[in-house]
Structure formats: C-alpha cells, structure tokens
C-alpha cells in the first residue's frame, strides 16, 4: 500500500498559464488534476509583482483571458491588483479551486519508462504520480540578482523588484534603484516621490514611448457588461492593432522608426537637460530589447532628488554604491531591479526525463528547445506553457497561453480516442521547427538591433521569443499534429495500481 496520491494530470504553477490549463481540462471532462504552486495563491507573476506602480503595458482588454471578459477594468493598462483580483475571480467562478496546493514547490518530477508515468516530489515530502505534467511555472519567475562585489554585506535594506518588502517606508530615505528595465521605470516614478534622495544605476538604456492611458467610463464599462459585443470587439481592434508591429520587430526594423521618434519626444518633453537627455537616450535600435511605455519615467529622472548613474558598478559596501570612478554614493535602501531567469528556467533542474535526463541538461548544449514551445523530446507526456521561443515583444502572453492550452487539451483528446499512454515529439521534427525558428530569427530586430538582452541566451540564440505573427502561432497549434510525435499504446500496468488514492472523483 502507498500513500502516493495519483492523479491524471499534474500542473505546476497557477498564474495565467496554469490556471488556464485547470480551466481547460476541467472544460473538457479531465477533472483529475492537481495544480501546484510554490506560492501563497493565484495570480503568478501578478501575485509576485506586487511593488508601487505595477501594472500591465499590454492592454488589458487583450491581456485577459477570452472566455473570461472582465467588463470592470478601470483603465486601458490595468494595475497589478486588479489583475490579481481578476485572477482570483476566474480562480473562484471555475470551481477548479478544491484542485489547488499553494504553498508547495515541486522539487523533481521524474518521468518512469517502465510505468509510463510521471513521479513528482513536493517540497511538503509528498509525492504525486502522474500520467501527463503541464509545466506552467513562468518565463518570468525566478529573480536574478546581480553578481556585485559585496553586496551581500549591504546592511540596508535590500529587496528585489519580485519580492518587494512592503514593511520598508520608504519616506525619506536614500534608495537606489539598480536596473533601468520594464519594472524598473515603473518603480523609479514611485520611489521618486517619497525618497529623500534616489540613485538609479542605469547599464542600458531602455527606449520608453509614452504611455496613452485611457480610463474607461462609467458609460463604457456599461457597455462592455450589457453589450458583450462590445468589449469583443475593442479586444479584436487591439489584437489587429498590436499584430501590424510585427514586421518592424521580425523582418523590417526600419518600420519602427515613427516609434523611435515618439521616444525621442518622449526623451525631450520629459528632460530638459541636454546632458541628462544624452545619457538616456539609447544608442541600439528600438525594439531590440523590450519597448516600454511610460509618461511619468522621464520626469522622474529629471527630478531634483534623483541621480542617474551610468558608471559601472563597482561593488556594495555596507552603507553604499561605489562606481568604478571611485564615487561612493551612501544609500538606506537598494532596490534591485535586475529581471529574471529568462534563457535557463529554473524548473528545467527539477524535470528528469527518458533515461534521468535533466531538462536542463538537454537545453545545456542546443539552448532551450521544445517542439512547438510545448513539447520536448526525451520528455513524454510533458507539456509546456510558456516554453522556449513562444514570448513576443508586442502582444498578448494570454493569447499565446491560450493557443497553447488548446494545442495541449487537442493532444489529450487524441490520446484519450486513440488509447496513446505517452506523446513524445520526433527528434527531427523538433530539429526541423527550431532550424526554421533560429533561420527566421536571423533578420530580427532582435538578433540585429545591437543590444543584449535576455532575449538571448550565452550563446547569443534568441530561444525565448516568437518571430512570426501571434495568428500564425494560434494556427499551427490550433490541432494537435500527432504524425509529429512517437506514440505508446496504453498497457495495462501503466493505468496505476488497485491503491490509487484520487485526489477528486
Ligand atoms: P529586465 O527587463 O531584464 O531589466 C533588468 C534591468 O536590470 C536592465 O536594465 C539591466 O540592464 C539591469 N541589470 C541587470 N543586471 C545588472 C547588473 N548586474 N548591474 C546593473 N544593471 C543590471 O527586467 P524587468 O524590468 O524586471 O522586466 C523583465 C520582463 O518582465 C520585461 O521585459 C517584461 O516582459 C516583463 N514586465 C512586464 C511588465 C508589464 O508592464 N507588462 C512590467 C514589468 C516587467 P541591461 O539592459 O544592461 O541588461
């Protein structure tokens, strides 16, 4: 007798991806699941970014779930706690909840050949047995912190972007804020307002438009609820809107020249100090690295309380920063916002597949590869939401979510009718998709523009980001392609023993 629990389907992670997915299966009669999430609730990375100013540069009409509209946004770029809210609003109205463990880290998953299965190890010592696992942990999940000289003896206070210390006050303190990235200019304009004085220690500079917000009225969101038309088709018009940026990022960047113009603007009407203004205007090509938008970063900067430090960092002391050029500025508190693991997925430790191999010691050599940016081969039955080369620089992650979910549930209805026990992508055509990918990839702005970002990998491949449209994404995943897969027959051992203990019925 075992105490494993056994389920048919393990999902990590209940942010956009993994919440989508516990909708989905539960949709389509594949009720026995369990999510896993290491943190305290929904919501992922709108859980996790909780720091002054968070909030959404993709509208969120769009940045929403489709079946799920939500008529009550406040405004055209929601902040973070409406989205979390909107998340645990779905979370509760689909009945999926008694499905979910928070507060639990799946610390191995271990695919077992013999019973064609899934064994999955949880940081509260217990094990759940799987026959797929939908890995929806998040791009974006695992903070990097920089590797600065001494800046573990920072006596201050010190919190990343991700895990902001809410009890800090912040009034009247000397901060500096190290990164000038997608979370960073949002932090800085906040910060700004209450430090007695604000270092922002900037290795790149970001190209940032302006930010056109639009709070809906009372007469709108009356109309996005009774009229549900409505609200589809302002959804619709931005899709199509975001969709006509994609040959200015993946084929021709001089397009995107109307959108450096509008940061430069943006650069003169926020800073009227020619000196401040050169040092923030970047010398790459816009959309490079991710555009940000914002009104209120410039003014920020250009601020009487605040500093922008290009110098590079030399190391932390104790009570301060000090740049090469020997300047040592004293500050009470350091905000790192420095982004996340982008190219090396920390969950890729944690999946073993055929033979014990790490995923990340498949993606050790070739960078991260997937087939489709959901399956992989050497890991069957392994599903990936958010995986390699499926982020975009314009649009919607839902949407891509979305697709993915819809490939991945086609792929468990296949099984289901066709009695499959395992799904594995073919080596060559997960080789033929990345070639095709890596080729395409070539003419990007991305791969042109004269940046590093975390787009790239060490090895300079960019293996995190989509560079086609997002329709054609939907469409190549709207079936699932079994001609593309090995498959297994299910056998009779591998359907779980007498003593399975479910975990719903
Ligand atoms: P990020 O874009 O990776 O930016 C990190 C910043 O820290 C960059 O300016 C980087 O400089 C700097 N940095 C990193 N290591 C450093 C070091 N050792 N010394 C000095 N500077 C260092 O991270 P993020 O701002 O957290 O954003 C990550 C992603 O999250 C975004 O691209 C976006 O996809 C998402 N995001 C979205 C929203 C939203 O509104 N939807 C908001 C926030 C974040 P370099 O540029 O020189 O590397």
């Known amino acids: 007798m075992t105490s494993d629990v056994h389920v048919d389907h393990l999902v990590i992670g209940a942010g956009f991806g993994g919440l989508g997915a516990a909708i989905k299966l539960d949709e389509m009669g594949e009720r026995d699941f369990l999510v896993i999430e290491k943190d305290g609730g929904i919501g992922g990375t709108w859980r996790a970014n909780s720091y002054p100013g968070a909030a959404c540069d993709v509208p969120s009409q769009l940045y929403s779930f489709s079946f799920a509209p939500n008529p009550d946004w406040s405004a055209s770029f929601s902040p973070q706690p409406e989205i979390e809210a ?3 609003r779905v979370a509760e109205e689909s009945g999926t909840l008694d499905r979910f463990r928070f507060g639990t880290a799946v610390v191995d998953a271990a ?3 013999d019973q064609q299965r899934w064994r999955v ?7 759940v047995v799987a026959k797929t696992v939908i890995g929806a942990a998040g791009g974006l999940s695992e903070p990097r912190l920089p590797e600065i000289e001494g800046i573990d003896t920072f006596a201050g ?3 990343h972007s991700a895990r902001w210390n809410h009890d800090v006050d912040l009034t009247g303190k000397r901060i500096a804020v190290i990164g000038t990235g997608a979370s960073a200019i949002q932090i800085v304009p906040q910060v700004q307002k209450l430090a007695a004085h604000l270092d922002v220690y900037q290795r790149t500079a970001p190209w940032v438009i302006p930010r056109n917000e639009h709070k809906y009225t009372g007469v709108e969101k009356f109309a996005f609820r009774h ?5 589809k088709l302002s959804r619709t018009a931005i899709y199509w809107g975001r969709e006509t940026y994609v040959p200015a990022f993946t084929r021709m960047p001089k397009l995107a020249f109307p959108a450096k113009q509008l940061a430069l603007l943006n650069i003169r009407r926020g800073i009227a100090d020619p000196e401040l203004r050169a040092k923030v205007t ?3 090509e816009i959309g490079c690295k991710r555009i940000l938008i914002s009104n209120t970063y410039y003014p920020a900067l250009a601020s009487d309380n605040v500093d922008v430090v290009t110098e590079r960092i030399a190391r932390v002391t104790e009570n301060s920063i000090v740049t090469a050029d020997g300047t040592e500025r004293p500050i009470d508190v350091l905000i790192v916002a420095t982004g996340f693991h982008t190219t090396e997925q920390p969950i890729a430790e944690h999946v073993r597949g055929k033979g014990g191999q790490t995923l990340a010691k498949a993606w050790a050599e070739q960078g991260q590869v997937a087939y489709k940016g959901t399956t992989v081969h050497g890991f069957p039955n392994f599903f990936q939401v958010v995986g390699p080369n499926t982020g975009l620089g314009h649009s919607s992650m839902v949407f891509i979510i979305e ?5 991945i549930t086609d792929a468990l209805r296949t099984m289901r009718s066709h009695g499959h026990a395992t799904v594995e992508p073919r080596a060559d055509v997960q080789a033929a998709w990345n070639a095709d990918l890596q080729r395409r990839m070539q003419r990007t702005v991305w791969n042109t523009g004269g940046c590093a970002s975390w787009y790239l990998d060490d090895q300079g491949r960019n293996t995190t980001l989509w560079p086609r449209s997002t329709f054609v994404f939907r469409q190549l995943l709207s079936r699932f392609d079994v001609a593309a897969y090995d498959v297994t027959p299910s056998s009779p051992s591998a359907d779980g023993a007498d003593d399975r203990k479910k975990v719903s019925a």
Do not use: H, M, R
């Open 111 to 113: 695919w077992e050949e």
């Open 403 to 407: 697709s993915q979910l819809a490939y």
């Open 121 to 127: 190890s949880l940081s509260d010592g217990s094990t």
């Open 86 to 88: 909107y998340l645990n």
């Open 157 to 159: 206070e010190i919190f």
């Open 282 to 284: 970047p010398d790459y």
């Open 227 to 231: 009229v549900p038309l409505v609200q």
